[in-house]
């Protein structure tokens, strides 16, 4: 294999990362979009869906497919926002803790598989440079970038039947879920996040 070539590699390993994680998570009847926004609301219990779509960088009624799924399925609860009674807050539902201990589980032994090659040192290493490329590439902490890319319906022209295709999209090129589960947007990503699940 030729070398210097790391911005390929990143995307090679990448793509090849998030297919087999949504592959795996596939076996929980989830996708990544929905095991990232119950991490967000886990960690951001009452924001409202204005306030989730912001830190996610979703357009808002993408999101509204995504969470109606995950409350129809008892993951998670729209509240009556006491401040506003235009709002609905999110709260990560009794189920919806026990679907993350699963997404844990599996994210944990994605990320094992993934990284059997490497020693405790070399993947300490990898984390720190891959969190330096991350923050001087401009990307927010915690958040996959692939969620703006389920974008808005009027300017990509998909139907809402098309969400689980974007979906998909999404995790073809994830690898951010596997560091950083429990670390909320703009936080200080800590090595190895995923052990607390």
Do not use: C
Request: zero cysteines.
């Amino acid at each position: 294999m030729e070398k210097g070539q790391p911005a390929f590699l990143l995307a090679q390993l990448g793509a090849h990362a998030a297919s087999q994680f949504a592959e795996r998570l596939g076996v929980l009847d989830l996708t990544p979009p929905d095991a990232g926004i119950l991490r967000l609301l886990r960690i951001a219990a009452g924001l409202s869906q204005q306030e989730l779509a912001a830190k996610l960088k979703i357009h808002p009624s993408r999101l509204v497919a995504i969470l109606d799924n995950l409350e129809k399925r008892g993951f998670v609860e729209r509240r009556a926002n006491p401040d506003d009674r235009r709002l609905y807050s999110l709260h990560l539902a009794q189920s919806g803790g026990e679907a993350l201990e699963r997404i844990g589980r599996v994210a944990r032994e994605h990320q094992d598989a993934l990284l059997s090659s490497l020693s405790k040192e070399e993947r300490d290493t990898l984390a720190s440079l891959l969190v330096r490329i991350a923050d001087q590439q401009g990307l927010v902490r915690g958040v996959h970038p692939g969620y703006q890319r389920l974008g808005s319906p009027k300017r990509s022209g998909k139907s809402d039947s098309n969400l689980n295709a974007d979906a998909h999209s999404l995790s073809e090129d994830s690898t951010a879920y596997l560091s950083n589960w429990r670390n909320p947007p703009n936080a200080l990503i800590e090595r190895d996040s995923w052990r607390s699940f």
